[in-house]
């Protein structure tokens, strides 16, 4: 069994520009995870999606980040335009079932904003 | 508020001996999960090892094992016989057990652990 990937690895981009992270999920699990661990602090919680719909988004930074997970597979977070800030490292984790308290988490892509 | 605390920034051990990383959270949930991530250099997060509140007896896997005190809400993390692969980040966390389908996770800083040869 594929497990949760994430793309790209590492982004590098100036400040005002956009990224879009991706997560694709492991086959056939329904809920999907958004973290961020910015340096020196705590990893945070994002958002939380059930197949595509949005569970509970309370964890965004605020309106410059987009999250969409279309056909309830593959998600992305976008952030537009990029601050100084949003740098860090965005995991993303799925689980199979949201009753069942365990989640896989994907390698993360480290976002460093300029 | 629902916190959790690993006052731990850095540890080191030597190989084939035992550490124990500490972690402390706070809720008013009576129900809950508490688990322990590993964070390798490679980056992929893996679950160590999960506790649910409701069970007295302490989890264990393999050389990993927990100390669960629910009063002092306290779970440490103990290693025995300490390998060179487990040279990595800890992060102990928490989730609600009562969350309906929301699992989200709330984390401590983490605790860097070097295992020494």
């Known amino acids: 069994e594929a497990g949760v990937t994430q793309f790209p690895s590492h982004s590098v981009i100036e400040k005002g520009q956009t990224v879009t992270l991706r997560c694709d999920p492991i086959s056939g699990h329904d809920n999907l995870y958004w973290y961020r661990r910015v340096m020196g602090k705590e990893i945070k919680f994002l958002l939380h999606f059930v197949k595509e719909s949005k569970q509970d988004e309370s964890g965004m930074p605020n309106n410059r980040f987009l999250a969409e997970r279309t056909g309830g597979t593959y998600s992305t977070l976008k952030v537009q335009p990029a601050e100084l800030e949003d740098s860090g490292v965005y995991f993303c984790a799925s689980s199979r079932d949201a009753g069942l308290p365990r989640q896989y988490f994907g390698p993360g892509t480290r976002l460093t904003v300029l | 508020a629902q916190t959790v605390t690993q006052s731990q920034p850095e540890m080191s051990v030597q190989e084939a001996e035992t550490v124990t990383l500490s972690c402390t959270y706070d809720t008013s949930e009576n129900n809950y999960y508490l688990f322990w991530y590993k964070q390798p250099p490679s980056r992929q997060m893996i679950l160590v090892i999960r506790?649910?509140?409701?069970k007295q007896q302490n989890a264990t896997e393999n050389r990993f094992s927990v100390n669960f005190q629910k009063a002092a809400k306290s779970f440490s993390l103990k290693i025995s016989d300490s390998q060179l692969g487990d040279t990595a980040m800890y992060f102990c966390a928490f989730t609600p057990g009562d969350a309906g389908n929301n699992r989200k996770l709330i984390w401590g800083l983490g605790t860097s652990l070097a295992v020494n040869p």
């Open positions: 506790q649910e509140a409701y």
